[in-house]
């Protein structure tokens, strides 16, 4: 099964926030990962949302990235996950997908994943 790996992958994310393809490939991980309302739980309570966060901040000029990391987070909102949209709110998600834009303004793929994720945050948590 899956157990211990987004553990593991949110592990090595903390391991080397400075290694940028790691990151890139690790959000692709939790986001494969994250099938279900379980697993996206069990990534929130590893600290998966926090991880992201600290990607995207780490990495701001990487367009990949920053899509691949708000398309994850927005991923582990997903059906209205307050618990995980508490955690990225916290953490500053809201304010980097808000820079993302502003970085990448002629990235669509960007543009949209942020709209979605912030929209999301919203109507999960009102912030």
Do not use: W
Not at 31 to 60: W, Y
Request: with cysteine; hydrophobic share 40%; glycine share 10%.
């Amino acid at each position: 099964g899956r157990a211990g790996v987004v553990e593991a992958v949110v592990a090595a994310m903390r391991g080397h926030t400075g290694n940028e393809d790691l990151q890139l490939y690790a959000c692709g991980a939790v986001f494969c990962i994250c099938q279900s309302p379980e697993t996206r739980d069990r990534a929130g309570r590893a600290g998966a949302v926090e991880a992201l966060v600290v990607a995207m901040r780490g990495h701001t000029g990487n367009a990949s990235l920053q899509s691949g990391a708000l398309t994850t987070l927005y991923r582990l909102t997903r059906l209205n996950n307050t618990d995980n949209a508490t955690r990225a709110v916290r953490a500053g998600a809201k304010n980097l997908a808000e820079a993302a834009i502003l970085a990448h303004p002629c990235n669509k793929q960007v543009i949209e994943e942020a709209r979605d994720f912030l929209k999301r945050l919203d109507f999960c948590v009102g912030r």
